[in-house]
């Protein structure tokens, strides 16, 4: 309620921040308040009440004095204001899966990554790190709904966009440039091992082709 501008600031940054990552427009500070100051009722209620529940949980990780804290130190927040109710329970674990990398043991979970960090290389330089870092064959690589490569795909093709830059590959399929501020890519992967020619789960590669 009240119009302070380090305060608009801040809201404005997340709300444009969470605004890209689901494809929806972003706002300018003047707009951003106006739209705030239609909600002053909603933050009143439930809204303010599970934005407590978030702060207990961020001060237990950014003030806390544990170097790592346990699933159990963590809390999940349930509440009806109709009842009224609210309880608080211990989070469940991520589910991990197992993964066999060089021969030794990775359980990994939806909140792990490969991260490759080697610039804007070729499909080939991509594919030989697989090999030799991971000792992975990639019979599939995907962006988004787009096919980078596969396995059947037209020999011609393949051989094509093997000497193209990663992002070359994604902007001739998806006909959209990259914007000048995004650092990294998502790329979904299928490989095999080279030893045993069995396919490996791996979680999603995080691709970084600017520094």
């Known amino acids: ?24 427009p972003t706002e300018d500070t003047h707009r951003s308040r106006a739209i705030a100051g239609r909600i002053i009722p909603a933050i009143a209620t439930t809204t303010a009440l599970v934005t407590g529940l978030s702060c207990l949980e ?14 159990e130190d963590l809390k999940s927040g349930f509440v009806n204001l109709a009842i009224p109710f609210m309880t608080l329970s211990e989070p469940t674990a991520p589910s991990k899966t197992k993964a066999l990398l060089k021969g030794k043991e990775w359980n990994w979970t939806a909140w792990d990554s490969l991260d490759m960090n080697l610039g804007d290389i070729t499909l080939s330089e991509f594919m ?3 090999k030799t870092k991971y000792n992975l064959d990639i019979s599939m690589l995907s962006y988004g709904v787009s096919i980078l490569y596969s396995f059947f795909a037209k020999k011609s093709k393949v051989e094509e966009r093997m000497k193209m830059k990663m992002t070359e590959i ?27 020619d069995e396919e490996v789960e791996l979680p999603y590669v995080r691709f970084r082709f600017r520094s």
């Open 58 to 71: 961020l001060y237990k990780i950014v003030g806390s004095s544990k170097k790592e804290l346990k699933v």
């Open 170 to 196: 994604i902007t001739s399929i998806t006909k959209k440039e990259f914007p000048s501020n995004q650092l990294f890519i998502a790329l979904e992967v299928i490989a095999n091992d080279l030893d045993s």
């Open 128 to 130: 030989e790190v697989f």
């Open 1 to 24: 309620d009240k119009d302070i501008d380090e305060h608009m600031l801040f809201v404005t940054a997340c709300s444009n921040l969470r605004a890209i990552n689901y494809s929806i």
